[in-house]
């Protein structure tokens, strides 16, 4: 199930569920550690008016969902017709501190006056672990200040919530009424979000295992009248941090960070609202908060994590909160082009640091450079060895490195990367080639199989082709003339080994044993294309383009697969392959590079209409009945639509 929304600062990661709940919460590596990992933790909101309750997940809810336009603040409402009430959420993660903090309004929709309980509950597996040893304390502080506390060991998070009393010149706060902690998943207990459905909390001040909490407020409505309380959870792996960032947020200081916040955005955006002004108005909020879902799955390492919505884990065995040099490529490349300067440096130096002492990038990283797990072997079986990666994830940082270098013409960059980054990734890649010029086999794009493919092979000769100008730019003469002669020796077996007369498409590689595969893959013909391994305007590249498109029915179905007979996450025999947004992207990326911009529209428009009111794009669609499958949102989704629509406007100009 898609995430409604995401919210971040790079230090703290919020997903929100379909009922508008908390369901990941990712402290304090953008990705990496998710304190509500596992079907049953998400923080319930729950209403109560005289004998009825409900909580928002039970089915009762309406809910829409939207982001502002100029900052990654989301508002949700959801609206109970039963109960005639409706609830609206204001939510961001602070831009200065780590805190996550929700505005909410709650309105009577009866044209009589009503007695109302709101319950807020919270619940935590402290560093995504099953090893039951977290705390959580009332903490009744100074000044009648109230909170509830979860922790283990220095990392903390204080809760606390205010009912905003008064008008806008005169306002009065004051803290919850009710609160109980107990356990959940443990010695039969549920959680205590269960005492909560009377009305009253047990008040109980102290728990430990794996415990959760909940808040109450008792208020009156009268007709359509609306009530209005701030909440946020400060986080810090220092207990009196997480006290003095709650303190900030407490009474004025919540309005003050929601401002900051906004401002924040805003300031960062300037760029982008430079180019997203030259599209179509259909485009340009899409454009914007697809750009702001790419940032908020960047870390403050630098490295852009694949997607953080861990719901997938319902269904496998892992998710896809790490860092794939592949996807990087794909989320860094269109902030270089747009003109940002700081995300695409931090990223370098994440690259930097983890590059193996023989010059190449391994499968995938956590947050924190940390190697990541990985499915692929160091041999094929019997007395075979190789290294366990993806040629392309270690040539894309390279040809990405020097797309960075070209957008800014700045010196510091080379003398920062040349030597410890681009030159030894280089001088691996020349030695990869094989007698044939080609890439020795290693493992493809979409990780499953072992052969050198036309895809990666684009990548390789694109990365060398790029590192050969920047080592002109530093005289570095050898380094040019090797990196040079040796990606037009690629280009040239490439135009003589990877295309299929037979079918007019590209193969998709060569395996081990020197035997081609014909298999129709998408990604064969963009990375000829998009790395200029073939002429574009040369008939190969044009007749694969139309091969591909009457092999999948593009015209009828718009959308593409990723290759023929693809059955990851396709749970029927009904259809061959789920589509991509990806490739579709790619589809439409040809069109406008060819001129044709109303074929290329039509699919942006398909893509467009397929994300959520929040903008946010998965990572296949089923065929069928377009829903969405597996994450959503995922990074390289997101970012190849803004890359699309960065096509589109340089078609103008």
């Known amino acids: 199930m898609a995430k409604a929304a995401i919210l971040s600062n790079g230090n703290l990661n919020i997903g929100l569920n379909e009922f508008g709940l908390v369901s990941d919460f990712y402290f304090p590596d953008n990705g990496y550690e998710n304190h509500t990992l596992g079907r049953d933790l998400f923080h319930r909101v729950g209403i109560k008016i005289g004998d009825e309750f409900s909580w928002l997940q039970n089915g009762d809810w309406q809910f829409s969902f939207e982001y502002f336009e100029d900052a990654l603040i989301s508002k949700t409402e959801a609206i109970n017709n039963n109960l005639q009430i409706k609830i609206t ?107 909560a459905e009377d009305g009253i909390l047990s008040g109980s001040n102290v728990e430990h295992g794996q415990t959760d909490s909940v808040l109450g407020f008792n208020f009156s409505l009268g007709v359509f009248e609306s009530a209005d309380f701030q909440y946020f959870i400060s986080c810090a792996d220092d207990h009196q941090l997480a006290l003095t960032n709650f303190q900030k947020m407490r009474d004025e200081g919540f309005s003050k960070a929601l401002f900051e916040t906004k401002k924040s955005w805003q300031k960062w955006l300037v ?67 747009l003109g940002y300067r700081d995300e695409p440096q931090r990223f370098f130096t994440f690259c930097k640091s983890s590059l193996t002492p023989g010059g190449f990038m391994m499968h995938k990283y956590l947050p924190n450079g940390e190697l990541g797990p990985s499915w692929h072997p160091y041999s094929q079986g019997g007395e075979t060895r190789n290294l366990p990666i993806q040629i392309d994830e270690t040539a894309g940082i390279l040809f990405l490195f020097a797309q960075y270098y070209k957008k800014f013409r700045d010196n510091s960059i080379l003398d920062e990367f040349y030597d410890d980054l681009a030159k030894p990734i280089a001088d691996f890649l020349v030695d990869f080639c094989g007698e044939n010029n080609l890439p020795k086999p290693n493992y493809e794009l979409w990780e499953m199989d072992f052969l050198s493919t036309t895809y990666s092979t684009s990548v390789v000769f694109a990365a060398l082709y790029s590192a050969s100008n920047l080592a002109q730019q530093l005289n570095r003469a050898r380094d040019a003339k090797k990196w040079r002669d040796q990606a037009l020796k690629i280009r040239t077996s490439a135009q003589n080994e990877l295309f299929n007369p037979e079918n007019n498409y590209f193969y998709r590689g060569v395996w081990s044993n020197g035997e081609k595969d014909s298999k129709i893959d998408t990604s064969s013909f963009y990375g000829a294309f998009i790395f200029n391994l073939f002429d574009f305007k040369g008939e190969k590249l044009h007749k694969a383009f139309n091969v591909l498109e009457k092999r999948f029915n593009a015209d009828s179905q718009i959308g593409l697969p990723r290759f023929e007979n693809d059955v990851y996450y396709r749970f029927s025999d009904d259809y061959e392959a789920n589509i ?74």
């Open 271 to 337: 760029p982008a609202l430079r180019f997203s002004k030259k599209l179509d108005l259909k485009y340009q909020r899409k454009f914007i908060q697809s750009l702001m879902l790419v940032k908020s799955h960047l870390a403050k390492t630098g490295a852009p994590i694949a997607s953080n919505d861990s719901e997938m884990l319902n269904y496998a065995r892992d998710d896809y909160s790490y860092c794939w040099p592949r996807d990087a490529l794909f989320a860094i490349w269109p902030l270089i082009r």
């Open 89 to 195: 959420f204001t939510d961001f993660v602070v831009s200065d501190f780590d805190v996550f903090a929700r505005k909410i309004q709650v309105q009577n929709l009866a044209n009589y006056p009503r007695e109302v309980q709101l319950f807020l509950h919270q619940n935590f597996a402290i560093n995504s672990s099953f090893h039951i040893a977290d705390t959580v304390q009332f903490l009744p502080l100074e000044d009648d200040e109230k909170a509830i506390l979860h922790y283990r060991g220095k990392r903390a998070f204080i809760i606390s919530a205010q009912k905003v009393n008064g008008d806008f010149n005169q306002k009065g706060f004051k803290d919850f009424d009710q609160h109980t902690v107990g356990l959940f998943g443990v010695e039969g207990k549920l959680g205590s979000w269960c005492d």
């Open 580 to 653: 991509w947004p990806i490739t579709t992207l790619w589809r439409a990326e040809f069109y406008i590079a060819q001129g044709e911009i109303l074929k290329a529209k039509e699919i942006l428009d398909w893509v467009s209409d397929q994300q959520t009111s929040t903008v946010i794009l998965p990572e296949q669609i089923n065929p069928q009945n377009l829903k969405h499958l597996s994450v959503a949102p995922l990074t390289w989704s997101q970012a190849e639509y803004v890359s699309a629509l960065l096509d589109l406007i340089a078609s103008k100009e």
